[in-house]
T-cell receptor, first 115, second 111 residues
Framework: SAVISQKPSRDICQRGTSLTIQCQVDSQVTMMFWYRQQPGQSLTLIATANQGSEATYESGFVIDKFPISRPNLTFSTLTVSNMSPEDSSIYLC????????????FGQGTRLTVV | QKEVEQNSGPLSVPEGAIASLNCTYSDRGSQSFFWYRQYSGKSPELIMFIYSNGDKEDGRFTAQLNKASQYVSLLIRDSQPSDSATYLCAVNSGGSYIPTFGRGTSLIVHP
C-alpha cells in the first residue's frame, strides 16, 4: 500500500487569493488524481496529474482555475486560484499504482473554507 | 459513460444485524471492484476488494461479485455503531486507469 501525505489539512482563505495543496506519496505511483468533495456528497474528479506533462481535466474544471503540477512520480500540487466561497470544499489527493487490479489510496484531505 | 450506482441511503440497521450495501456498474469490461469506508470529515479508506465472481470474506465483511448481473455488494455482519459511515463502491474498468466511484451509501448502525 502507499502512504499519502497531504497538506495543509485545512485552511481559511480570503476570496480572490490562491491556495496550493501539496501531495507526497511514499512510493512511486503511476497515477495521481485530485478530487473535490462537497459536504455530504461523493467524490468529484477534478483532474489526473500526469508526470512531466499537462494534467488531464474533467468536464467543468479548467487549468486556469486549478493548475496542477507533477514534477515526478511521488509528488503533485493542486492550486485553487482566485478563490470564491463556492470553492469551499474538501480537496483530496489520490494515487494508484499501475495495473488493472490495484486500488486507489487517498491523502487525508484539505478542508478549504473561503470567506 | 461508465457509471457506478449506489443507493444513497441512509441505510439504518440495529446493532448486531447484517448490513447489506449494493452497487451496480455499467461497464462489462470492469475487472476489479473495491469498497471504501469514509467517516465524516475523513478520507476514504479501503476495506475490501474483489476480482472474481463469488464471495470474499474478511472478518465481519463479505464482498459479493456477480459479473453477469454487473452487481457487487458488501455485507457487514454483527454491525457495530462504529461501522456508521459512508461506503463507496469503486470500479476499475478495462482500458482506463481512472477508478469510477459511486455516490456512496450512508450506513447508520443504531444501538
Amino acid at each position: 500500500s502507499a502512504v499519502i501525505s497531504q497538506k495543509p489539512s485545512r485552511d481559511i482563505c480570503q476570496r480572490g487569493t490562491s491556495l496550493t495543496i501539496q501531495c507526497q506519496v511514499d512510493s512511486q505511483v503511476t497515477m495521481m488524481f485530485w478530487y473535490r468533495q462537497q459536504p455530504g456528497q461523493s467524490l468529484t474528479l477534478i483532474a489526473t496529474a500526469n508526470q512531466g506533462s499537462e494534467a488531464t481535466y474533467e468536464s467543468g474544471f479548467v487549468i486556469d482555475k486549478f493548475p496542477i503540477s507533477r514534477p515526478n512520480l511521488t509528488f503533485s500540487t493542486l492550486t485553487v486560484s482566485n478563490m470564491s466561497p463556492e470553492d469551499s470544499s474538501i480537496y483530496l489527493c489520490s494515487a494508484r499504482p499501475a495495473g488493472e487490479y490495484t486500488e486507489a489510496f487517498f491523502g487525508q484531505g484539505t478542508r478549504l473554507t473561503v470567506v | 459513460q461508465k457509471e457506478v450506482e449506489q443507493n444513497s441511503g441512509p441505510l439504518s440497521v440495529p446493532e448486531g444485524a447484517i448490513a447489506s450495501l449494493n452497487c451496480t456498474y455499467s461497464d462489462r469490461g470492469s475487472q476489479s471492484f473495491f469498497w471504501y469506508r469514509q467517516y465524516s470529515g475523513k478520507s476514504p479508506e479501503l476495506i475490501m476488494f474483489i476480482y472474481s465472481n463469488g464471495d470474499k470474506e474478511d472478518g465481519r465483511f463479505t464482498a459479493q461479485l456477480n459479473k453477469a448481473s454487473q452487481y457487487v455488494s458488501l455485507l457487514i455482519r454483527d454491525s457495530q455503531p462504529s461501522d456508521s459511515a459512508t461506503y463507496l463502491c469503486a470500479v476499475n474498468s478495462g482500458g482506463s486507469y481512472i477508478p469510477t466511484f459511486g455516490r456512496g451509501t450512508s450506513l447508520i448502525v443504531h444501538p
